[in-house]
């Protein structure tokens, strides 16, 4: 699906990068993106090029995918507990002020 | 680009979005809630508050944040792109209806200057006055975002500029967009400090000097380098238009949902367009800011020290900017730190920035609805006999509740598309979901201030501004 063409819009595409000395970089083949640490990379891989990928690489990818959706739970729980906060603590408020 | 790889992993994570959003939808809503119920705050300077205004201002802030955090459940990036590529064609307008917008655009700015000079001398019974601040500062400036972005068919100066030759000058690509953001803040500037609101006279003078410039402008540069490069009322408008749902493209006209034009990705190149996105923001808050009770104490106080009023206009006017350019340009800071990534601050604001578009575009509606509504049985009486209108004009002085309630709901409507908008470019640019969402982190606090901000300008009892002898609507 995807062809060289493709390719190559993607790599004029990528907005510019910036990297001060002393930055752990990896440069993504296929578009020229640097990206920062193997989790970005790798992340970066399957959900640009997914098929230019070998099977390795792309299990690589699931793997990262999957230790993201797991820190993505953790972050929506902290999430919906900062609107239970939110709310009761407004309700709780609004009330304090109407008795 | 690839979905599949991701498609390919994505646990039925659209459903559980949607049904999270069901769930803590109404959580939202009653968070919000209070500030419609409190709306009549916004209505005037003699309403008295009926809550604390800390507790007013903590809850916009708190809806805001509300809506961060709600957006933030969303992860699924195929959805996100499927929102945001929705759209249709419709029928380009012909050229007689753009031919009849530049004879319209024309005979308005005639109209204008004509009666601005000739006339009564009092503002409001001014047609001209009328004409600038009601009807096209006012009501047509909404129709952009509204709407679709007009401009380029009415604007009468570009007409006017086009029936001359022009020499096509080579413009200096080093200016970039500069010179229409130091245009965009002397405009303002002039609105600020002089009785631009009040005085017909000045304002035909205003309106011809604004032409002559134009002209002579598209003259040496060209009508097309001009009207896109330097002149601030056509770059205001063009991005306006970003945030409505009509868009003019190279074939016709494209309908889409409000506000997702605005994560193109084309929306905005450079600094100098960003700079101008946040002096459009900034515009609004200055001309209400110098209208409070503090920015008077304030400013009486440094008179009072022997600085020139002028001075500390002028002074205050330029560091708020630069406050507003600096609160954006640290927000940049964090999403690059948070997202974890090398992309550029400057490549990261172009498509954080236009977020800003919507909140901007909430906010017009909410200084100008009940103001051009309440006018519009003037304007209809001024147009009927502009040289001798009646000394006593009909105006609309009691609306219905309902009016500032939808000021309001559209105020936050241009916060929560902001968030979202602010949202899809994370996605777009990241590709951590995590980091997606944590790169949102610094413009959502500089969204929670400038709203917070924004309710204590619009609810605090305005004030004539010290030192001017009037003006400023």
Redesign the interface.
Known sequence: MNTAADTDTTESDHPPTSISAGDATEECPYCALDLPDGTQYRLHLGVEHYDQLSDAERERFHEAYRAEADALDRFRIIALGGLVLLYFGFLLVYALLAA | ??R???A??Q?PSLLRAILLAVL?GP??A??SG?VLAHASALRGSTTTVS??TW?FLS?GG?AV??SF??A??V?D?SFIRSIHDWGMRLPAPGRVLTTVARVVGVAGLGVTVAVGYLGPADGYRNLAVLLVWVVWWGGYVASTYLVGNSWPALNPFRTLASLGPSLNYPYPDRLGSWPSVAGLLGLIWLEVISPLADDPRLLATTVVAYAGVSIAGSAVLGTEVWFSRVDPISTAFRLFGRVAPVARTADGLTLRLPGTALSDGTVLAGRDEIAFVVALLYATTFDGFVATGLWRDAATAIVGLGVPPLAVYFLSYLAGFGLFIGAFWWSMAVARRFG?????R???A??FAPSLLAIAAGYHVAHYLAFVVGLLPAVATVAAAPFAPPSQLPVLTTLPGWVSGLELALVLLGHFVAVWVAHAAGYQ???????A?KSQYGITVVMICYTMISLWIVSTPSVTPPFLGGGGV
Request: glycine share 8%; proline share 9%.
């Open positions: 680009m690839d599949q790889g991701v390919a992993v646990p803590v959580l939202l009653v968070v209070p809550v604390p507790l809850t708190g944040g509300a955090l709600l933030s459940f992860t990036r974890n990534t090398y992309i550029t400057t490549a990261l172009e498509r640019l990241l590709p951590g979901r995590l980091e969402i």
